[in-house]
């Protein structure tokens, strides 16, 4: 219980991570393609940690990949690889209230394909959260406002390979080696993006004066060391400690943190409904933590 605790405590750590950053990443899309930033951030996360990995544990590194562990690795950054593609792919066709309401989806897909392939079926206390999150989710993002449109198909793609990539990584990190996955899952996802984004924005991925400028330079060098490389190595390592249904609530943080950001460092301005969603999303995450079948044990 203490541990799956303190990997909860971890996982909102990285989920306060990626939703405070989120108007860094905004602001340097204007400047880069969204496939030439996948593809240096990723690429030099997986650098960095195959950097420590050849450093530290160079005598383990060959045993690490064997090829069940590089074909999950590719399983796992083919996934993160369509979510990260599909949402931006949607964005073009969809507003970003609805993609961020979408994409939050993913944790309700969470408990059903853990049900499906794991055989883990969540405890009620967590379905409920799950559906208080939801709920929360929909008032926050989308204003009590929302209409289909075809970008929004685009982005349930993206969704079901977030809520994947979740499930799988609950299943593969129990297998091997959480360095040498994360660094294989990385790798893929910078591959895939260098190669479509040459095909979609030519040279614009190998553009070596704007990724030199300093403002670029620097928000590459930390969503690819504190984002990425720490964020996901921790999630394959710690997932282990918890189950998938707990990381899929609390990665639906993402947009509580990135709402407060916006009302600290914009000046925004959180309706009431805005506010009550917030607090039904903590309410859900409170509620998935509600013990279950506990017994006194005897001394």
């Not at 309401?101 to 794991?118: D, E, H, K, M, N």
């Not at 406002?145 to 349930?156: H, P, S």
């Not at 921790?234 to 918890?242: D, I, M």
């Amino acid at each position: 219980m203490k541990q799956s605790l303190a990997a909860d405590i971890v996982f909102v750590g990285i989920t306060f991570v990626w939703g405070t950053t989120f108007i860094i990443v905004q602001n340097i899309l204007g400047k880069l393609t969204p496939l030439t930033f996948n593809t240096w951030r990723f690429l030099l996360a997986a650098m960095v940690l195959f950097g420590w990995q050849m450093f530290f544990h160079r005598k383990r590194a060959a045993v690490h990949y064997s090829r069940r562990l590089v074909r999950s690795g590719a399983v796992l950054g083919s996934l993160l690889f369509i979510g990260y593609a599909c949402q931006t792919i949607g964005l073009l066709y969809t507003s970003a209230s609805n993609a961020a309401f979408i994409t939050g989806l993913s944790v309700v897909l969470v408990p059903i394909l853990s049900a499906l392939f794991l055989k883990k079926v969540p405890p009620y206390p967590a379905l409920i959260g799950v559906v208080l999150a939801a709920v929360g989710l929909y008032l926050l993002t989308t204003k009590g406002l929302f209409v289909l449109n075809r970008g929004d198909w685009i982005v349930l793609i993206c969704a079901v390979a977030f809520a994947s990539h979740i499930v799988c990584t609950a299943r593969f990190t129990e297998q091997y080696s959480s360095l040498s996955l994360t660094i294989v899952q990385l790798t893929v996802v910078a591959v895939f993006s260098f190669f479509i984004g040459l095909a979609a924005d030519g040279t614009r991925v190998v553009d070596w004066r704007t990724l030199a400028s300093p403002e670029a330079a620097a928000v590459l060098l930390f969503m690819a060391l504190f984002a990425t490389a720490f964020a996901i190595l921790l999630q394959t390592a710690l997932q282990k400690k918890t189950s998938a249904t707990h990381v899929g609530l609390i990665y639906i943080m993402e947009p509580v943190f990135a709402a407060w950001t916006s009302v600290v460092f914009q000046n925004a301005q959180l309706r009431v409904s805005e506010w009550f969603g917030c607090a039904l999303i903590l309410a859900g995450m409170l509620l998935a933590e509600w013990p279950v079948g506990r017994r006194r044990t005897q001394p």
